[in-house]
């Protein structure tokens, strides 16, 4: 059980495109999802927090114009990326919550971002 | 402030035990995680500890002691396939995760 599918698994675009990726709780409700970066060798950043139905809340120093966060359905949330640059370049996981807020993470399988 | 320490890399033999600490300070506690992180992939969930004490779950188990603010993940039997970062995380008061900066764990033959 709690199953994080998280696509696509990897992306190449050009600089100033937009990259929209996508998270879905397969087996449970994820009333929180979170939004996290990575680069190499570093631990992992929590971009932003979003709860169903409301706005995601951004911690300080990420762009809530840049990355645009939707969390529309309790299973479903997006994170997409506009105006790549390439130091954008990351890789991006998504991770859940369902249950009660202490409840353990389950993360995607994560999206590997290439801006060219 | 909140931080959380663990050593940055391990070394250990196949077969091995090995324990990997850490330990923290939060704005409240609502729990400890342990986290496994493959190069390349995402984190996939381990244990979590909000009380006291050692929780065992197979070759893994997680020790938790609040008042010193310490935990560590003891791996028995090790498999070259356990070789990954492992991550802890503390949930402070607000529930949010405060994650360390993670233990790259080598396993040799």
């Known amino acids: 059980g709690a199953v994080v599918s998280q696509h696509p698994s990897w992306v190449i675009c050009k600089s100033g495109t937009s990259v929209k990726i996508e998270c879905r709780s397969l087996d449970f409700q994820a009333t929180t999802m979170f939004w996290y970066r990575q680069f190499p060798k570093q631990s992992l950043m929590l971009m932003a927090t979003?709860?169903?139905?409301?706005?995601?809340?951004?911690e300080q120093g990420v762009e809530k114009d840049k990355f645009l966060i939707n969390h529309a359905s309790l299973t479903l949330s997006t994170l997409t990326v506009t105006s790549a640059h390439p130091e954008d370049s990351s890789f991006y996981i998504c991770?859940?919550?369902?249950?009660?807020?202490?409840?353990?993470?389950?993360f995607g399988n994560g999206t590997r971002l290439t801006v060219t | 402030g909140q931080n959380i320490d663990q050593p940055t890399e391990m070394t250990a033999t196949e077969g091995a035990i090995v324990q990997i600490n850490c330990t923290y300070q939060?704005?409240?506690?609502?729990?400890l995680f342990w986290y496994q992180q493959h190069a390349g992939e995402a984190p996939t969930f381990l244990s979590y500890?909000?009380l006291d004490g050692l929780e065992e779950k197979g070759r893994f188990s997680s020790f938790l002691s609040r008042s010193k603010g310490y935990s560590y993940l003891l791996l028995k039997e090790l498999q070259m396939k356990d070789s990954a970062s492992y991550l802890c995380a503390t949930m402070d008061s607000n529930y949010q995760l405060i994650w360390g900066a993670g233990t790259k764990l080598i396993i040799k033959p």
């Open positions: 979003s709860n169903e139905g409301s706005k995601a809340t951004y």
């Open positions: 500890n909000v």
């Open positions: 939060t704005s409240g506690f609502n729990g």
């Open positions: 991770s859940a919550r369902g249950g009660t807020e202490s409840s353990p993470l389950h």
